[in-house]
């Protein structure tokens, strides 16, 4: 049971923080990952944090956006910073047992999704 919040519409050049909610304490115990989906697209992976604090990010948010989390409060996060109109997408969380590939098949649990859109 993920949540997604923050999406907004800002300007290119701005930022904004997702959060990414958990019900349970599987944030603290497993990988963690963003994606994002545009319209007509495949769903991308854009990040992960694993359980011991390491990260991976996608080369296409690399030096813009960074993953993170706060386990007491069960909120994983994404800051995204000098944001692009082809940021623009539905952005989602999801949770694995493992770090895996960026497959979305790979993620046990998912949010529903929060939107994104970037305007020039």
């Known amino acids: 049971q993920l949540t997604e919040s923050g999406g907004d519409s800002v300007q290119a050049g701005g930022s904004l923080r997702l959060s990414c909610l958990s019900s349970t304490d599987i944030i603290i115990n497993y990988c963690m990952v963003w994606f994002r989906q545009a319209p007509g697209k495949e769903r991308e992976g854009l990040a992960t944090?694993?359980?011991?604090?390491?990260?991976t990010y996608a080369d296409s948010v690399k030096g813009r956006f960074t993953i993170s989390k706060d386990n007491g409060k069960y909120t994983l996060y994404l800051q995204m910073n000098t944001l692009r109109p082809d940021d623009t997408a539905m952005y989602y969380c999801?949770?694995?047992?493992?770090?895996?590939?960026?497959?979305?098949?790979?993620?046990?649990?998912w949010g529903q999704g929060t939107q994104v859109t970037v305007t020039s």
């Open positions: 999801a949770a694995a047992p493992v770090c895996g590939s960026y497959d979305a098949n790979a993620w046990s649990y």
């Open positions: 944090l694993d359980s011991d604090g390491t990260t």
